[in-house]
């Protein structure tokens, strides 16, 4: 990710960081998921859970730029740091532009995500986002 571009564009501020607000972001991604994954998936509940599941990834892509010495001034640059991640199942970070896309859809388009977009997105945060939100405890220790 070339900072510097996203710094020019205006999608990112250097910070100083800040570790009390790293930590309220990685426990807010996590507790949320905690509370999301106790609704059933249905029809009615899949755009819900979708969206606060992607809000939670958002945090963490937020976190990792705050722990960089950045403040993220659009999701977009959230979700470009996450590409970055050193997990064991890298290549599924490349769905990260596709779950964006869905969310961007429901929430300026009015659509629905489906219950397979919503089982695909918990499944995300499964897979990667808990081994990504491991490393960023790591580095605020």
Not at 13 to 33: C, F, P, Y
Not at 111 to 134: G, H, N, P, T, V
Request: charged share 30%; net charge positive; with cysteine.
């Amino acid at each position: 990710m070339n900072i510097e571009l996203w710094i020019k564009m205006g999608a990112l501020r250097i910070r100083q960081k800040d570790l009390g607000k790293i930590k309220s972001m990685t426990n807010s991604a996590e507790v949320n998921v905690k509370v999301v994954q106790t609704i059933k998936i249905n029809e009615n509940t899949a755009t819900l859970i979708f969206r606060e599941i992607y809000e939670s990834i958002r945090q963490l892509g937020d976190a990792k730029l705050w722990i960089l010495g950045y403040e993220p001034l659009n999701h977009e640059v959230s979700m470009e740091i996450l590409k970055e991640s050193n997990i064991k199942d890298k290549v599924k970070l490349n769905s990260l532009d596709r779950l964006k896309k869905i969310r961007n859809d429901i929430n300026y388009r009015g659509f629905r995500a489906s219950i397979q977009q919503a089982e695909e997105i918990l499944e995300f945060w499964d897979k990667c986002c808990i081994e990504i939100l491991d490393l960023l405890k790591k580095r605020l220790v």
